[in-house]
């Protein structure tokens, strides 16, 4: 346990090379569980994405319901533009939390983005209704109504 700590302080630090090695560590003596692993895809998430999806993607082995690794994972995805992938892991985040509010929005963005966007009005509608004043889902909402609307209009 107190390896464990080292790790994660590390990585809340922003010290990889010793998280690094303290995980190294950790794997040799007690193997590594899945919230090191999202600690040190965090610490790489923004400098070396690739180091970062294979930490997720090593916690997932150990914890496939890890909120963090699946929500990061699926960050890492959106940004790469990989939106079907970013989807796939918000949809499996959303199976082991249902309802979270953040995966919610997320997956409503992520569906407005690839242009389903019945499915990313069901994801804010079902935001608003465990949610009422989310903001962000009620601009998400009439997003989609000015899309219909324009695209309505732009066939008539």
């Known amino acids: 346990v107190a390896l464990r700590d080292l ?3 590390y990585s809340r630090l ?11 560590r ?12 999202t ?3 965090v610490l790489y998430h923004d400098l070396d994405r690739q180091r970062a999806e294979r930490a997720y993607l090593r916690a ?3 914890d496939a319901s890890d909120l963090g690794a699946r929500s990061n994972l699926a960050d890492l995805k959106m940004r ?3 939106l079907d992938a970013a989807r796939l892991h918000l949809l499996a985040a959303l199976l082991a939390h249902p309802g979270h509010p953040v995966l919610a929005y997320n997956l409503g963005s992520i569906e407005e983005e690839r242009g389903d966007l019945d ?3 069901e994801a804010y509608e079902g935001l608003l209704r465990a949610e009422p004043d989310h903001l ?8 989609i109504q000015q899309r219909r609307s324009q695209e309505a209009a732009a066939n008539h």
């Open 119 to 121: 499915a990313a009005a």
């Open 80 to 82: 790469a533009g990989d």
């Open 39 to 41: 600690a040190i895809g």
């Open 14 to 24: 922003g010290q990889r090379g010793e998280a690094d090695l303290a995980l190294t």
């Open 26 to 37: 950790l794997d040799e003596l007690a193997g590594v569980d899945a919230r090191s692993l």
């Open 7 to 9: 790790v994660e302080a």
């Open 60 to 62: 997932l082995e150990f």
């Open 136 to 143: 962000d889902a009620r601009r998400g909402l009439r997003r």
